[in-house]
Structures are given as structure tokens and as C-alpha cells.
């Protein structure tokens, strides 16, 4: 169990939240000495930035954007005295990828890991009813021993820099929303959910923690507020008659009440939505409300200009419409667990979520994408440092679950993207990761990863511990693209007809295929690189999809262009988006329109 409770920060009638985005002072510790020079107690220079947002992109300077090291946060916050006798948290979203927190000048925590939120208790570090000093010194370099993986050079002039093992752009800092919380000292820390279902009716399995031996008790409401069951204690369960289902784009949430009592007063209260649904997969189908679904979709990035990956909550909106214009039914958080409100959109608007934790770059290369098909061993999970990634991989996955169990959106857990599954030594690896994810989901919903090109028949040691075998495909694009598109099929339908004659007995899922487009790029007849030939790959594409039964699902790279690392192979970053980085459409957008308004939602059943 987590040291600290992950309950989204919510004001309820025993808690306040009182966010802290906005402007931060900020500093870039180029001598890597911010605690020798007293940086804790007052961090130097008057430079702001914003909150949530990724540093790297505001600036003007290369040296900034690159940069690699500590940078320093600092903001005030007045601490009423009316909370005196609360537990006082400090909330972050994410630090990106490591942090260590300090109020009035102590140093109250560190955590590691930049997708996932973590709390600092202050309770005893503040003053009350003054003004205190927050300070978090944010760490953005990469390692073998922490994911993502990748590696941090120094160059002849000491310069240091990111080179990660995975494709997209180091962006850091505070990229997601800190919130200073105050909570009861008797709180709701946790809960579990999961859902059985019986003709109209559904029950719902419940398991509450507190930190307190109090009474809890139990309200569910129905869309209008009506009272739609009830229960007490801290597990059970909850019956609820002539249940509404959470389905695919027809989300329906019922208001879960829970509640610490001591006698008639109410001590603690926490307050979720939350979809009635079961989700599991069976043979070769995955069967949401036990009804199979086909998945259409993308596999995404949050990535967008200025704030970088930086929570954007209008770029967020924007992507749920084009989402639904284009007949998307679901998505998965390439590369690492997303921001919390673009799970709770998910859940509003009915839209399926694989999430992903950040195992990317489990593969030694720069570009594993182009090298996994040279046959260049990497024995990754042989080096000395593996025991060391395996304990951080373990503890992103208990705080990703932890986080978002309880979101009707999240049917799977993606646990790696593209490892090295060539050797054997993989397998011990994959057997802890994935026993761990088993044990902790109350829900039990499939797990998979995303298998990289090389990870076929025969060479991949790990494709048993998935319920879903995930694909990341580039038949066309990386292997035998433009005019050898003819033989890229051939080589596309050995492959997948060698996974038939395992038979399996479990759903396939393409998580990525995709071509590089230029948005402004046209040409007649066509050549890689232009809308032409994305619109001739999907063809070519889509029609080995159709070939497969057990073929349930397919995420196209990317959603939008995105940025990455500058190299050869990328011009201002990755091009595979159906849509451009400013979220307008490219001519592929409207053949996959077309296709997905058409495919039913039990496509293939
Ligand atoms: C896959 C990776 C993804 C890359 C993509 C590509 O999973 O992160 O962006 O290929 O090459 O290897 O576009």
C-alpha cells in the first residue's frame, strides 16, 4: 500500500482544496549546487513561469530547452488558521522526472517517477496563519534505473543531455496541477470497486479504507440525484436495482457518497463518479457489459505547442471533439499515465482507455523503432542496473493503479511499450510486473504491452503474460515503404498468419501502424512523406485487419504530430499524426472517418 492516499483532490464538506497554478518563480540550477547555496530557503532571480506546464518551450535559448538537471519551483501559499488540527497536503500532478519538496526551507519529501501524483504532508512543516515558502527542485534526467529509460551524456564542454531510449521530446517541470489539501484527520485514504451484473440488476463490490476505526456508510445517486442504493461498512456489497450501464459513447455516471461517520457527524466525505460495467476478455473477444467491442482509436501523446506536455485543458477538449468526429471509440496513454482530467473526460464521454505506464525505452537504442528489426541484440534486462528498474516499474505500477482504478474508462493496463523480449532473461521480469498489476486491480482487467516489430513468433519470449496481444506494426512505413508497399503485405500476412497458427485463443489489438505525413505535403502519384501514400498505407493496412477474426482492434500512430528528439528521422518531430500538432485534419483523417463510422461496435463479434 502507498504512504500517501492518491483520492483526486476534491472539496467536499470536511475537505478544501486550494489550487496553486498559476505563476511560479523559477530557476535553472546550471551548477547542479541549489541546496549548497541555501536554494530551499529562497530559490534566486525573479524569472516566472506557469504552472502546469513543460519549461523548455517559453524559451528562447537552445541551452534552456535542452537542458538537463535540477530546476527550481517556488511559490507562497497562506495557510489559513482555521485548518489548524487537518491533515495539510501538498499535491502534484506529476514532477517530472523526479522532485524534492521543501516548506519553509525543510525538506518535507523526494519522489520518483513523472506521470504520476504524489503528496507531501506539511501538516507539521507550516505556519499558520502566515505566509510559507514551497520549494520542489524538479530533476528531468534520464536513467537505466527509472522510467522512461534512457541515458544523460555530458559533452566536451560538460555540458549535460537527455538522450532517451524512446520517441518523443524530454519535456518537464510541473507539468501537471499542484493543490494544497486540507483533510480530517480521520479520512477516507482509498477505495476498490468492481461490478457483477444479474439480468437488470447490478451489484457492486466495494472495499473502503480510512485511517480511522469510524463507521462508513454508502450512497450511490443516479444522474438526477436520486437515491439509487446504499450500504454500510467499509466493504460489502452495494445492490442497485435496475442498473443504468456505463457503454462505449454512452457514458452514464452515477455519484458515489461515501462517508466517515461519528454518530449523526459526518467526519470525512469523498465524492466520485463512477460507471457500472464489467470488462474481461474471453476467447479472442473483449467483452465490455459482456458484449463484445471493436476498438477504434489512436495511440496519443499529451503534446502540444508552448506548454509542451504541460496539461492543456483546451487542447483537451479539442481532442475529444476530433475524437468523436472522426468515429473514435478509444485511445491508449502512449507513452506514460496522462493527466487526471483527460481520465475523467473518458469517463464522461464513454471512451475506452488502455493506460499506460511509463516502461518505454526498455530497449537499448536510440532508436529502437528502426533498430528492433536488425536483429541487434540488446539483452536489456541483463544489466546489473535491472533489479534497481524493475523496483521503480513496480512502484509506477501500484501508484498507476492506485490512481485509476476506479475510472469506468480504463479496460486494460498496458505495462510496457516495446521492450526487449528477445532473451530469456525478460521473463522473470514480466512475471513480477505482471503478477503485481493482477494483484492490486480489484477488477481483474486484462493487461497487455506493446510488442515492437521484431517481437514475432519464435523470437518473442514474453506475448504469453498478455490477455491481449498489442501490436506496434510499420509494415509500409520502417519496413518496405512506398513503392515496396506490395511486399511490406506479403511480409504483414506472414506475420500474422504465423500468430493465427499459434493460435492463441486471445484478442489482438494493433496499439500502433502508421506512415510520417507531411500536412502540407501533396503529390500525385504518391511518395512517402505525403497525404497520398498515409491514405494508400491505411488502405493497405486496413485490409489485413479485415483478413484476421481475431483482429479486435486497431490505434493508429499518432492522434497528432508530436515533438521528439531533432535527428534524421524527424523533421521538427514525429509526423505520423492523422491530425497536425495544431489539430486540424490531414487528408488520412478522412478515410479513417469514413471507415469508423461504419465499422460496428461488435465488429468481427
Ligand atoms: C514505436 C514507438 C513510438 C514511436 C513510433 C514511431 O512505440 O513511441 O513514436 O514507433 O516510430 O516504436 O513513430
Known sequence: MLEYSMLYPKSTVTRRVFSMDGMWKFHIDRQGDGEKEGYPNKIPGFDYIPVPASFQDFYTQKEIREFAGDVWYEKEIFVPKEWKGKNLFLRFGAATHRAAVYVNGKKIMEHEGGFLPFLADVTEAVLYNAVN???????????????????????????????????????SGLQRSVSFLAVPKEYIFDFDLDYELAGEDAKIHYDIQTTGEHHVRLLLLDEEGKQAAQAEGKSGIMEVKNARLWQVRQAYLYRLIIRIYDGETILDEYVQEIGIRTIKVEGTSILLNGKPIYLRGFGKHEDSDIVGRGFNIG?????FELMKWIGANSFRTAHYPYSEEIYQMADREGFLVIDEVAAVGLFESLMNFMEANTGKKTAFFEKETTPLLLKAHKRAIEELITRDKNHPCVIAWSLLNEPDTSSEAAVPYFKEVFELAH??????????????????????????????????????????GGYEISEAEVLFRKEMDAWKALDLKKPFLFTEYGADTLGMEHKLPSVMWSQEYQDEYLKMTNEVFDSYDFIKGEQIWNFADFQTTEGILRVNGNKKGVF?????????????????????LDFKG
Open 133 to 171: 515558502k514551497v520549494v520542489v527542485k524538479v530533476n528531468n534526467e534520464l536513467t537505466v534505473t527509472n522510467i522512461p529509460c534512457g541515458e544523460t551524456i555530458t559533452l566536451p564542454d560538460g555540458t549535460k543531455m537527455n538522450k532517451p531510449y524512446f520517441d518523443f521530446f524530454n519535456y
Open 315 to 319: 487542447v483537451m477538449k479539442r481532442d
Open 439 to 480: 494483484r492490486l486491480d480489484k477488477q481483474k482487467r486484462p493487461k497487455t504491452f506493446a510488442l515492437i516489430m521484431n517481437s514475432v513468433p519464435g523470437v518473442c519470449k514474453c506475448y504469453q503474460f498478455s490477455d491481449i496481444i498489442a501490436l506496434n506494426r510499420y509494415y509500409g512505413w520502417y519496413v518496405k
Open 580 to 600: 497536425t500538432r495544431q489539430r486540424q485534419p490531414k487528408d488520412a483523417a478522412y478515410l479513417l472517418r469514413e471507415r469508423w463510422k461504419k465499422l460496428p
